[in-house]
């Protein structure tokens, strides 16, 4: 397709569990981004990539948080031992690089987590 | 601690009509601004951006005016349209250089009855 895809788009899972969300960026995009939106909250900033390497990890919340971009194209986040207050949902974003205004980011649909 | 505010969460504005939207930002170095728009169950989607050293930026119905003494923006659409009924997202960007990380207010949403 032609956006951003994220897999899957809901996820239901027990406290303790580990979840694995996918996004396949847009074609020939080098920045991906994850993003984090809580209830009733903006999209919060969570990591970003420049190709292969994790730029900026600033907006991870801990440690059971983790994502990867092994080959430039598609990410992974991993989240360890889920929370209840983990449940969100998980928007990735990619742009064709970080020049100028920037900013310009095309979300995918985002995954929902539910965390019981 | 909110550097980027929206205190509205709400607006209903006739189709026809113009909508303000309004956004507070406490951080003087952010280098930009932009507002996405938001229906339900999909992803933001970038609607309009201005640069710190401008003062307002306009594309067809939509208009977003930054008063930097205030530390305040706001997007202008007019006329209002029924399809224009969304989650309104006002995103500041570019502090210390980083032009990857925007901070993002709580939202607006729009209804424009027609």
């Known amino acids: 397709g032609a956006g951003v895809s994220q897999t899957p788009s809901n996820k239901v899972t027990e406290k303790g569990k580990y979840v694995e969300l996918r996004c396949d960026p847009i074609s020939g995009h080098t920045a991906l981004y994850w993003y984090r939106q809580s209830l009733g909250q903006g999209p919060e900033f969570l990591i970003y990539?420049?190709?292969?390497?994790?730029?900026?990890d600033s907006g991870l919340p801990n440690d059971r948080f983790f994502a990867v971009r092994p080959e430039g194209s598609v990410s992974t986040l991993k989240i360890q031992r889920t929370e209840r207050g983990d449940s969100a949902v998980y928007l990735c974003?990619?742009?064709?690089?970080?020049?100028?205004?920037?900013?310009?980011?095309?979300f995918g649909e985002g995954s929902r987590l539910t965390v019981l | 601690d909110q550097q980027v505010k929206q205190n509205s969460p709400s607006l209903s504005v006739q189709e026809g009509r113009i909508s303000i939207l309004n956004c507070d930002y406490t951080n003087s170095m952010f280098d930009y601004f932009l507002w996405y728009k938001k229906y339900p169950a999909e992803g933001p989607t970038f609607l309009i951006s201005i640069s710190s050293i401008k003062d307002k930026n306009e594309d067809g119905r939509f208009t977003v005016f930054l008063n930097k003494s205030a530390k305040h923006l706001s997007l202008h659409i007019v006329p209002s349209q029924p399809g224009d009924s969304a989650v309104y997202f006002c995103a500041s960007g570019g502090y210390g250089g980083a032009t990857n990380k925007l901070i993002f207010g709580t939202g607006t949403l729009l209804a424009v009855q027609p």
């Open positions: 990539f420049q190709g292969t390497g994790a730029a900026d």
């Open positions: 974003a990619s742009s064709l690089g970080t020049s100028g205004i920037g900013g310009e980011l095309f």
